[in-house]
């Protein structure tokens, strides 16, 4: 997406989008009962939002001098006379004839520290002591009551909490409206009879049978939020909802006093996590009344589930890296309840429901593939050992990385061809499952768990850290065969994710630092560039194979001959991402003909695939030295240097190219001209 686009909707009339949002969502923490709104947008301090935004954008996507919020600055007229300390506040008031068809009837209340008149005249506003209020859209034929806008004032004055908020009744949608949305996915339009997702078939009875089993947990909720805070240095995205009292969601909502034994271990891994404990029963048997019909398509046997995981108190804490030669690594620490049998729990439980998991679930991978036989290894025993002491069982598997379907992008289909290596080592030390990658580990971790000491502590707390410079170095090497790993990596922080559950309240957060979204948009747009140069190369060198086998001469010398030969392979084998393959190729044709220039600025090409820029660019310089005039070789070059980092440099060869007639350094110019 061209990021002109991106600044484009980013500054889209702010207030219409949410009401769009709001409407289709229909879920948030919502107002009190006595509130004439089903729900209501609430934003803290608009310019400074803006003003993040535009410091967020800067130098990715924005004109020099035009702001990337500028479009809904000059719809509102300015926002240095709205009122920061109160809330602008968009109400929704509940339609007495529910119809996705007709918007419920929605009004803003946006306060002032001095009138603006450009803006009262332009949306025929109507003034208040210091606020504007008007119907949305701006112009509607609507009444706004005296009742209305005496919620839209007191909610206006309300303590500010995040940037933005949304906030909406469920309960009073479905109290109002619940015949009206029976009927609505009664008449819905699911995926057709024996229409495969995924591999899996989802037939109607099934669609309505799940729609209508998380309509009963939404009747569970008497509201559920979203939030948006922006500062100086991070954004954070957040949900929380409130359950009904007395209800399922509010049994698991409040697990009351719980204890918290693994608050001080740290693991290892470019994602670490934690949980404490909570009903796991309940969780696991509320996701099966949910979603039940579709897992079972997938082969979950929700019963086998809920067996296993009634062992455990569902304290866990553990981290999970990737690496080269399609390694997964995980290590994880599991409280077990204590009156679980801990001398037999691997032997007798746990390794028998393992084992018969992975038979089960190797069918169902292997019909989202797409594929005929399985690919997923079933769980096996590796040979066991001792440490500290302590028995040591091993385990290993592999499964495809992803499990989609052939009706699927290539892109997501190569990734059918990753098979994920697994192997680790399980022990039990006092009450705790040890999952480790190895026993040089499994004996750290077994000290860690002799040191550990039980906390107390109120409610549910869990946390979720990505290491994201980790990471994204973990999929380069997870992916080595790629031909996007010579990106250089971004300096980038970590993601963090939190939740709670107490009192009949769940919260979640998500937060990661501004400068690192901009990082991570440059890099994500330097992917996409080199997806394009890698297609465009694909097919000029089929095209050229084509063409210089056309052109070999029946009287060429059988040293020329084969030189040709040999460098058209090493072409079919770069085509195909071996540029390994490649390099050996051209090297024996260079040893027929050194001065054969294509093979010399091929070969330039593949060593910048490979990531050895230096030699890349020793064997480009060669030549164009050889031949100046050859606009496709500064092309070239340029797209070692931009692989390499230095875009200016990689600039100057674009140009160069493209006053010489490459077609390629030209649209490539003209994209980055677009995405301004």
Known sequence: MKQNNIALKITLPLIFFLIICVWVCSVHAGPNQASPFIAIIKINDLENILFQIDDLMAGKSQKQGISPTGMLKGFLHGTDWIDPVRHIVIGLENPVEFSMDTPPVSMAFIPFIEPNENFRAAYNAKTGPGYYILPLPPGADIQISKASETALRKISNSKPEKSLMIE??????????????????????????????????????DFVQTA???????????????????????IELGLHALAEKSTELDHIFRPGQTSLLL?????????????????????????????GKFYEEEGVDFEDLISISKNFTGEL?????????????????????????????????????????????GGPLAKQEGSKKKTVQSFSRTSDSNVLGHKVVGIKSSFPLLAVGKDVPTNLQS??????????????????????????RMKELILIVKSLKEDKVQGFTSAMEIDLAAYLSNMQEFFEKEDYNKI??????????????????SQAAITVKKKDIAKLSDYMMRLKLADKFIDN???KIKKNVLHEKKSVKNNASPEKKEAIFLREQGRLCSTYGN???????????????????????????SYGELGDYSKALSFINQAIKLKPSQAEFYYGRGRVYLLSGEKSKAMQDFNIAAQSGSQDALEYIQQIKNDK
């Open 168 to 205: 909406i009744s469920i309960e009073a949608i479905l109290k109002q409206h619940r015949s009206k949305i029976d009927q609505a996915i009664k008449n819905a339009k699911p995926p057709k009879n024996n229409q495969q997702i995924n591999g899996s078939t989802f037939k109607k009875p």
């Open 212 to 234: 209508n089993s998380l309509l009963e947990i939404f009747e569970q909720l008497a509201s559920f939020g979203l939030s948006l805070d922006f500062n100086s240095e991070n």
């Open 263 to 291: 608050s001080k271990y740290i693991p290892e891994g470019a994602i670490s996590f934690m949980c404490g404990s909570y009903d796991i029963k309940a969780v696991t048997a509320l996701v099966r009344k949910s979603f």
């Open 317 to 361: 804490a553990g981290g999970i890296s990737y690496q080269k030669q399609h390694q997964m690594i995980i290590e994880m620490l599991s409280v077990l309840k204590k009156q679980v049998d801990q001398s037999n729990f691997i032997e007798k439980t746990y390794l028998p429901w393992l084992l018969e998991y992975g038979h089960t679930m």
């Open 415 to 440: 990734a059918n061809n990753h098979l994920v290596e697994y192997s680790a080592r399980l022990a039990i030390v006092d009450n705790l499952f040890i999952i480790a990658p190895n026993d040089i």
């Open 488 to 505: 250089p990596l971004p300096d980038v922080g970590n993601i963090k994710v939190t939740s709670q559950m107490n009192k009949g309240r």
């Open 537 to 539: 190369d694909k097919k």
């Open 579 to 605: 540029d390994k393959a490649a390099v050996i190729y051209y090297k024996k044709a260079l040893e027929l003909d050194p001065l054969d220039v294509s093979a010399i600025f091929n070969m330039g090409i």
